[in-house]
């Protein structure tokens, strides 16, 4: 049932033995009970409390853990001596990132987090008073922020779109975008899996329309929850730009991020931090953000590895199992409201659900002290869609989402 499997990174390859022996081979497990046990123990989470919020931010395995650690603990030695000089990891890290994005590594850069990208994109295009982007109200507040900042000071008209949720149909969809370019458009703005009910939107299909209309227009995505959490290619896409956050669905260590920009986009992208040739055409620059930690970053490579050793179909398909486990144990219950498809092209991990007989903050609150069930209460900008987002991982067990469904059934009850 285990094998072990060989480690193929260079900076692997380069370590002496004794420091390879924490990079631990991870097995190859097939059957289904056993691998998800498996990964259970993987992680150090609380016994005590279930994390169902792990949209915000996710844990990683101990073997994540343990290499950035490692690399903390080498690095305190001589730091300067290590953190100008690990360029081939480096190099190796976005090499593997790319090899999942299906791109090049010369598309690749690392960063923080998605607000970096985004802001990185949005901030480093140039704009003439009357230019248009379009972006929808369930976008991502700081996203929206970041537009609101850019119409304020260089007078772009912003062009809101409004989803209802769940949204389940493509061609609607598409049309809501499609009906808003004009001339003046500039950038396209798409959510890829939004943090309120964990939407889907056919992106590829967004991109396709809005660039048959005008090729000229950019396309921005927001992928803070597509990543490694669905299985896609950024390249497949159609977009200019794709902005994720590592530490979510990834379980990278936290403040690690990443940019896609399209090879023909990067020349033209003013980087966000100085650089000694802004118009240069090479990725690196986005990637300027001084003194950085490199050990976390260097770990992005053990998270690849964990994630590779499930793969994205059965990570995928598993966390819409829990996804759908949770409903439709709920659904039929008339004081429980689900805001998140059933349809597994428009929702995979991330679900939303209200009761008609109390406020989410309510419900959120006797969860958690009662049931021991952390979870996460979401609103959009309008006010017209409120709910509990509940985000299970791969590493959550199905006893403890009954524990979650217990308490929606008591907490049902008037
Ligand atoms: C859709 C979306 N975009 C952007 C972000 C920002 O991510 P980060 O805080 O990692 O920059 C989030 C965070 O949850 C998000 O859900």
Redesign the pocket.
């Known amino acids: 049932m285990a094998a072990s499997t060989a480690f193929s990174l260079p900076h692997f390859a380069r370590r002496s033995e004794n420091e390879r022996n924490i990079w631990r081979a991870l097995p190859q497990i097939d059957e289904e009970e056993l691998l998800w046990n498996w990964v259970r123990n993987e992680y150090s989470v609380s016994a005590t409390v279930a994390n169902l919020n792990n949209?915000?931010?996710s844990p990683q395995p101990r073997v994540v853990q343990e290499v950035f650690h490692h690399y903390t603990k080498e690095f305190n030695t001589i730091p300067s001596m290590y953190m100008w000089s690990e360029e081939d990891a480096s190099r190796a890290v976005r090499e593997q990132l790319a090899l999942l994005a299906g791109c090049s590594p010369e598309e690749i850069a690392i960063n923080?987090?998605?607000?970096?990208a985004?802001n990185t994109v949005i901030w480093g295009r140039n704009y003439s008073k009357g230019d248009e982007i379009i972006l929808t109200e369930q976008?991502?507040t700081?996203?929206m922020n970041t537009w609101e900042e850019v119409e304020a000071r260089y007078g772009v008209v912003l062009k809101w779109l409004s989803l209802a949720l769940p949204a389940e149909n493509d061609e609607e969809i598409v049309d809501a975008y499609t009906r808003a370019i004009t001339d003046k458009t500039k950038v396209v703005m798409i959510?890829h899996?939004?943090?309120i009910n964990g939407n889907i939107v056919p992106v590829k299909k967004i991109t396709t329309a809005v660039k048959n209309i005008n090729p000229a227009i950019k396309v921005l995505v927001?992928g803070?929850?597509g990543f490694a959490h669905i299985n896609f290619k950024i390249s497949d896409l159609g977009c200019d730009y794709y902005?994720t956050?590592l530490?979510?669905w990834l379980c990278a260590p936290f403040g690690t991020?990443m940019l896609y920009v399209k090879k023909s986009e990067i020349q033209q992208l003013w980087p966000l931090f100085t650089h000694e040739n802004p118009q240069s055409d090479r990725i690196s620059k986005f990637s300027t953000f001084g003194t950085r930690n490199l050990p976390a970053e260097l770990a992005i490579a053990r998270a690849i590895e964990f994630h590779n050793a499930i793969g994205i179909e059965r990570k995928e398909a598993r966390l819409r199992y829990l996804k759908n486990y949770w409903i439709t144990s709920v659904a039929d219950n008339p004081n429980v409201e689900i805001k998140t498809s059933l349809k597994p092209e428009y929702a995979c991990a991330l679900g939303s659900f209200s009761l008609r007989n109390r406020s989410d903050r309510e419900v959120a609150q006797k969860l958690l002290k009662d049931y021991h069930i952390h979870l996460a209460q979401k609103g959009d900008k309008t006010g017209k869609f409120h709910g509990l987002r509940v985000t299970p991982h791969i590493y959550t067990k199905t006893e403890e989402l009954d524990r979650f469904i217990q308490g929606v059934q008591d907490l049902s009850k008037t």
């Open positions: 949209g915000s931010v923080r987090n998605t607000t970096e985004v976008d991502y700081s996203v959510t899996v939004n943090n927001d803070a929850h902005a956050s530490h979510k991020g």
